[in-house]
């Protein structure tokens, strides 16, 4: 490989990784369910009397296109837009987010924004597909899928410490309609950076709709659905994130029992995506070169202890330091989990394979956040002790799937790098 050659590639990493930055920091701030919209919505409806298990009911239609997802992939795989597979599509999702957030923040009340409301939930989540996609592809390419997973959720995660924390201030200093407006045009302005990126950052080759394309994009797919690797990775996914989510319950315990101030409660989300942030970091300078079978399980051991150690939550330091510790578990188990996802991806087919993977998390999440406000409030009576002893559990449990996987002859991550 000559040295221009060499320079031409890093040069092109290098973009990749200011555009993997970008669009995933839109990612952090526009998502509803942990963007900078989810506390001042959470709150809104809180105040206007809404229980643990109908908000996340109401989260769970939000969080259903992320569960869709491989539909999204399977049409940019197939059916390229204006001559690109990816980012055609990407600036009219980019676009929707961007109307749909300006429309929430016009409006009044949850039946009236409902409607624009799920339009951002789909257009971000077509967004994170086609960027996922993106990142599966290059990350092929340039041999640097862990690298560009790690880009993805570093700044991923530091959109979110910045949201949690603007989120928290505008509930705490607004009226509960005016912190949900605020926060909603300031996700309405977010995706702009998006459009202004691509063409400048982006390099993507032209695609046709012809046979050959098409033939050669649905071998990919059977290939996918024939790969036994990627259903083991499907079923680790679900398990891991299955068990019944505390997040919501939580919410209502820091604010009615511990009278934790909502600024504070914002502060939390941004420790805890500091401890994501910090999770990333480790994992770039000192857990690259462990095996992927090694790496699986210290996640879940990380995992499991990070959910019980809620358990010790008594107080604002204390809140403060399980917070950290959950988002750094969470960061190694995310790393660990979607490195394997992007690797498994057949050529041709990353649109559909990837999202595919995702959707099996997401849907395991939308599963998790509601039966864990079932298990609180019809099950253990408002307690949160029991439901955290259930979290952490079902957690371990994803332990036994790891020796399935058959990582242990695999190559070490640091050979992503190339």
Known sequence: ????????????????????????????????????????????????????LQVTAYFAVLNFPWVIKPVFGLISDFLPLFGYRRTSYLTLASAGAAVGYAGIALLN???????????????????STLCGALLAENGRSFYQSSLFVGQQWLWFNIAIMASALVGG???????????????????????????????LLLREPRSAINRRELRNTLQGIMSALKSGKLYLVAVFLFL??????????????????????????????????????????VHRFL??????????????????????????????????????????????ATIATLTLAAQNCPRRAEGFAFAGLMSISNL???????????????VFDGKLAPLI????????????????????????NNRLYG
């Not at 039946?111 to 789909?122: H, R, V, W």
């Not at 939580?250 to 009615?256: R, V």
């Open 364 to 378: 395991a999440d939308i599963v998790s956040i509601n039966a864990g406000a079932l298990l609180y409030e019809h």
């Open 169 to 199: 201030e505008l509930v705490e200093h607004l009226s509960a309609s005016a912190a949900l407006k605020g926060s909603a045009l300031i996700a309405a302005i977010a995706p702009v950076a998006i459009l202004v990126a691509m063409p």
């Open 389 to 412: 002893v259930v979290s952490a559990a079902t957690t371990a449990v994803a332990i036994v799937l790891v020796p399935l996987l058959g990582l242990s002859g695999q190559d070490r």
């Open 240 to 281: 891991y994130f299955f068990a019944p989510g505390f997040g919501t319950p939580l919410y209502y315990h820091m604010t009615d029992t511990l009278r934790f101030s909502q600024a504070y409660i914002g502060v939390l989300g941004s420790i805890a995506a500091a401890g994501w942030i910090a999770g990333g970091l």
């Open 109 to 127: 009340e949850p039946g009236e924004f409902a409607l624009f409301l799920i339009l951002t939930s789909y257009a971000m989540a077509t967004a």
């Open 1 to 52: 490989m000559s040295n221009r050659h060499t320079g031409e590639e890093d040069r092109a990493v290098g973009r990749l990784m200011l555009f993997f930055a970008i669009v995933f920091a839109v990612e952090g701030i526009g998502q509803a369910r942990v963007g900078i919209i989810l506390q001042p919505l959470t709150y809104y409806l809180k105040v206007n009397g809404w229980t643990p």
């Open 287 to 332: 857990l690259q070169r462990m095996s992927s079978q090694l790496l699986l399980y210290l996640s879940v051991v990380l995992g499991t202890a990070s959910a019980a150690s809620f358990l010790l939550l008594t107080g604002e330091l204390s809140a403060a330091l399980v917070n950290f510790g959950y988002g750094f578990a969470q960061m190694i």
